[in-house]
């Protein structure tokens, strides 16, 4: 790896990041000597990139600070061409718009083969979508009615918290305040879904940790388990 691939790679690894991270762990992923990497750092803060710790604690990289526009190789810019092209199937209205609109700046910069077509097959578009990776982002409760698999309709306020986006459908995770517990929803099941101003802000990371641990160790992990394409239960 040359050496300004490398910089670019150690901002990418602490932009990522959640807390220091300490110079082993970036020789580890760069396949570097730790020397290499205290000598990357000081390269780094030379060009005035906002990089700050020291040896033994770890390095964060300050926020606000944008890398320059990134020039893609043609195979890269057709790869994610066709990436963008497959949102299409996630029925997710929004995403599907931003992707049309990445592509166009992206072919303007990069004109691309006219040979590459994807299927534009997929789910229905669900206008709700949006609004649910909204309520994600803004750590805002929602009040939805669903349908179970049965059929009968149950009202109910849920912090969500993750959306999963399969072949043939996607999947809310939340935590359910009726039934007391971490529960997946499939939005196009939602009778109604309405944002409140209600927020738990502040628990979304821990929500997301302890569903993501429930759902190898705990009955989470059961209910989601074969459900992709089939009825998401809700207990």
């Known amino acids: 790896m040359r050496p300004t691939d490398r910089l670019f790679e150690v901002i990418q690894i602490l932009r990522g990041a959640r807390t220091p991270v300490i110079a082993a762990r970036l020789a580890e992923q760069l396949e570097v000597s730790v020397r290499t990497i205290y000598r990357d750092i000081v390269a780094l803060q030379s060009m005035r990139i906002p990089v700050a710790g020291e040896p033994g604690i770890g390095y964060v990289l300050q926020r606000g600070y944008d890398l320059p526009p990134i020039n893609f190789d043609i195979e890269e810019a057709e790869a994610i061409s066709v990436g963008l092209s497959m949102l299409a199937r996630t029925g997710d209205a929004g995403l599907k718009r931003a992707a049309e609109r990445a592509a166009r700046k992206l072919n303007a910069a990069t004109p691309l083969s006219e040979a590459l077509l994807t299927s534009s097959w997929g789910a229905p578009d669900l206008d709700l979508l949006p609004e649910i990776r909204a309520a994600i982002r803004e750590e805002r409760t929602l009040q939805i009615v669903y349908a179970g698999d ?86």
């Open 150 to 235: 049965a059929g009968s309709l149950t009202r109910r306020k849920v912090l969500p918290i993750a959306l999963i986006y399969y072949a043939e459908v996607a999947v809310l995770a939340a935590w359910c305040r009726l039934r007391k517990d971490f529960r997946h929803f499939r939005p196009d099941r939602m009778h109604e879904c309405t944002p409140l101003d209600e927020r738990f802000e502040g628990e979304g990371g821990s929500l997301r940790r302890a569903w993501e641990a429930s759902r190898s160790t705990g009955p989470a992990a059961n209910r989601l388990a074969g459900q992709r394409s089939n009825s998401t239960k809700t207990g």
